[in-house]
């Protein structure tokens, strides 16, 4: 199971940090996703980190702005997400998979989701 926290209501240029915690999962053996979905649209891939956490990529609109980071020992991955835009506002969902990718079909294991909302 994958537990999102950290959302919340920040302000545009504000940071903010999500937490994904596992249990009943090893999160060490699994390459970690986070994607988010605002209403109305399709969830669409924000980050992704390899097992190790040697390899990362991100989706262009957040390039820059947000860190993906693990940490194995603690069973957790992390989205450092800063300055924030009121299009970032959307919930956020961690996801594990045995191939890493931007596409959420080869994610097998996802969280319930933690809201963002960024005001301008």
């Known amino acids: 199971q994958l537990v999102e926290s950290g959302g919340g209501l920040v302000q545009a240029g504000g940071s903010l940090r999500l937490s994904c915690a596992a249990s009943?999962?090893?999160?060490?053996?699994?390459?970690m996703g986070w994607f988010r979905q605002a209403p109305g649209t399709e969830r669409e891939f924000v980050a992704a980190?390899?097992?190790?956490?040697?390899?990362?990529i991100y989706a262009d609109s957040v390039k820059g702005r947000f860190v993906i980071s693990r940490n194995n020992a603690e069973n957790t991955v992390y989205l450092q997400m800063n300055s924030l835009k009121p299009e970032d506002t959307a919930a956020y969902y961690c996801?594990?998979?045995?191939?890493?990718?931007?596409?959420?079909?080869?994610?097998?294991?996802w969280g319930q989701g933690t809201q963002l909302t960024v005001s301008s």
């Open positions: 996801a594990a998979t045995f191939l890493m990718s931007r596409s959420s079909g080869t994610y097998n294991s």
């Open positions: 009943g999962l090893f999160l060490s053996g699994y390459h």
């Open positions: 980190i390899s097992s190790s956490g040697a390899s990362t």
